[in-house]
C-alpha cells in the first residue's frame, strides 16, 4: 500500500495564498475595468449634454452675431446663456455647482466657448478643422471615483477626476 504523507498546514497555506490572490489581484484588476466602464459612460452623458448646449447656445444667438467669422463667448451674450443651458442640462446650480443628483460631483468649469459661423475652414483651439458653423466647447467636471480610485485619490490628496470634454458641434445648415 502506498503511503499518504499528510504535511501540517498545507491547506490553510493554499487557502490564504487564493484568498490574497482574490483580495490583491483579481478584485483591483475588475475594478479598475468596471471604474473605467462608469467614467466613460459619465464622459457620454456629459458629452451629450454638453452637444445639446452647444446647439442652444447657437440658437440663442442674434442676427447680427451670426454675421460674425468667429464669435467669442465673452464678447456676446452667449455665455450667460451658455451657463444657463450648461446648468439645466447637467443638473447644476446657478453657479455651476452641483444639484445632489447630477453628474458632476463639484463645480463645472467652463474652459472655452466659441462660435465659429463663417470663413472656412477654421481651426477650433483644440486645433480641429472645422468646415462647417459649428460650436466649439470645452469644460471641465469633476467626477467622484468609486472602488479603489478613491483610495488611491485619497492618498494623493484629491477627491475628484477631472474629466475634460471638448466638443465641437456642427450646426445644420438649410441648403
Do not use: W
Amino acid at each position: 500500500m502506498k503511503e499518504q504523507i499528510r504535511e501540517k498546514g498545507s491547506a490553510v497555506t493554499q487557502i490564504i495564498l487564493m484568498a490574497a490572490m482574490l483580495i490583491f489581484v483579481i478584485m483591483p484588476v475588475f475594478s479598475a475595468v468596471i471604474e473605467k466602464y462608469i467614467l466613460m459612460e459619465k464622459a457620454r452623458v456629459i458629452r451629450d449634454s454638453l452637444d445639446m448646449t452647444n446647439i442652444s447656445a447657437y440658437n440663442a444667438l442674434s442676427s447680427a452675431d451670426l454675421g460674425k467669422v468667429g464669435i467669442g463667448a465673452e464678447r456676446s451674450g452667449v455665455l450667460e446663456i451658455y451657463r444657463q443651458m450648461l446648468g439645466t442640462n447637467l443638473r447644476l446650480h446657478d453657479n455651476l455647482e452641483p444639484k445632489p443628483d447630477s453628474v458632476a460631483e463639484g463645480r463645472v468649469e467652463v474652459l472655452s466657448l466659441e462660435i465659429y459661423s463663417s470663413g472656412f475652414p477654421a481651426q477650433c483651439p483644440e486645433g480641429v478643422t472645422l468646415t462647417r458653423p459649428t460650436v466649439h466647447s470645452s469644460i471641465c467636471v469633476p467626477v467622484r471615483p468609486s472602488l479603489y480610485r478613491s483610495i488611491i485619490l485619497k492618498m494623493l490628496g484629491r477627491d475628484y477626476v477631472d474629466i475634460i470634454v471638448h466638443t465641437d458641434t456642427e450646426i445644420p445648415v438649410n441648403n
